[in-house]
């Protein structure tokens, strides 16, 4: 009978430079505290169980005051009629499919309203029980911002090209017609206003052009010393060579200081706004430009006797395409004059604002850095 040897297998042992380190990995935890969307968690009975940083930041209510109450009573949202989602029924009674989107007005901690896309994911037993839901909140104000200036983009150009257009085309056709025999005069006149339509085409694009180029920062400031009495004197007096029916009246101070700027971008600016003002102003009234400095920066005042602008529009008024609205209608124009002065005068390093109260006119300030001593 042979005697039975015992073998030992030896591991050989692996080094630790050729140890496979494990990496960290993203936990589930994690990527909700990580999105950008808000996330909100729900169980049975509809009581918040996760409540993330994005919509703390939402919502202003803080994750430790409301987790365990009930969805209804933090997350508030109204619909397109004023009413709130939760305000009779739950939106998770009615969901035919586990995935639901809703859109609303999400009030805040602080009362504020913010557009939200709320998606609802749902998980309910076999007989329709609810086990519970995932809700992302997603705040769409840029997105509606961005179909506004959509919106209101087509309805310039429905109006604003379209009448030149319209007057070219039947002036065109009128000359163009074998029918008819037309004096000289006759077709001068109409070649003259289609020439004016043309000029006034090629303004408007030209200014959405130059819109555009602002707005993407390509366009270069050619800096020098500027004296800003002489150059708002210049174009005061230009403008008042073609409107009889205002006074323009400026004041600077005698020490005022001289300041860096782009000669052509700051008469751009001075125009936009000294027009704006006898646009507003009624017959027989003044506009007054005024300057003074504090410290180290200069501020420029266009003043008006109009008719004010509506309480909260004083910021929109400098949008894109945004025109002031009044019991006469909305303010003919592009609505980009005073967009582009916030550009230029924010390219120079500077602000611009209005005060204005209805009846009493308005007040647009801007202001310039003063020119550092060499």
Wanted: proline residues 5%; negative net charge; contains cysteine.
């Amino acid at each position: 009978m042979c005697a039975q040897r015992k073998v030992e297998v030896s591991t050989p042992s692996v080094p630790k430079a050729a140890q496979v380190r494990q990496r960290p990995r993203l936990r589930a935890v994690d990527a909700v505290s990580l999105s950008a969307d808000g996330i909100l968690g729900l169980n049975s009975d509809r009581r918040i169980q996760v409540f993330n940083p994005a919509l703390e930041q939402l919502t202003g209510f803080k994750r430790k005051d409301v987790v365990g109450k009930e969805c209804r009573n933090v997350l508030r949202v109204i619909d397109s009629h004023g009413d709130l989602l939760c305000g009779n029924e739950c939106p998770l009674d009615h969901t035919e499919s586990s995935r639901v989107k809703m859109e609303g007005e999400l009030i805040g901690a602080h009362g504020k309203g913010v557009p939200v896309e709320l998606h609802y994911a749902v998980k309910c037993t076999p007989t329709g029980e609810l086990l519970g839901a995932v809700v992302n909140v997603r705040e769409v104000t840029g997105v509606q911002q961005d179909s506004s200036v959509r919106s209101t983009l087509l309805a310039l150009v429905s109006h604003e090209l379209q009448t030149p257009i319209s007057i070219i085309k039947a002036y065109a056709s009128t000359l163009a017609r074998a029918d008819a025999s037309w004096s000289e005069a006759i077709v001068r006149e109409k070649l003259n206003a289609i020439e004016e339509e043309s000029d006034r085409l090629s303004r408007l694009v030209s200014r959405l052009l130059y819109t555009s180029r602002l707005e993407a920062n390509s366009i270069t400031l050619n800096l020098m010393l500027l004296d800003l009495p002489l150059e708002t004197q210049r174009v005061a007096r230009r403008l008042a060579e073609t409107d009889k029916d205002h006074e323009i009246l400026v004041s600077f101070p005698a020490d005022f200081p001289p300041v860096t700027g782009d000669p052509e971008k700051i008469d751009e600016v001075l125009t936009n706004l000294i027009e704006n003002a006898l646009k507003f102003s009624p017959e027989g009234g003044s506009v007054t430009i005024e300057g003074t400095f504090i410290d180290s920066e200069v501020h420029i005042t266009v003043g008006d006797q109009g008719i004010g602008i509506p309480e909260g529009e004083e910021e929109r008024i400098f949008e894109r395409f945004y025109r002031v609205t009044n019991s006469g209608g909305t303010t003919p124009g592009t609505g980009l004059g005073l967009h582009i002065c916030r550009l230029l005068i924010n390219a120079h390093g500077g602000r611009v604002w209005v005060e204005s109260h209805p009846s009493t006119g308005s007040r647009f300030t801007f202001t310039l850095p003063v020119a550092s001593e060499a």
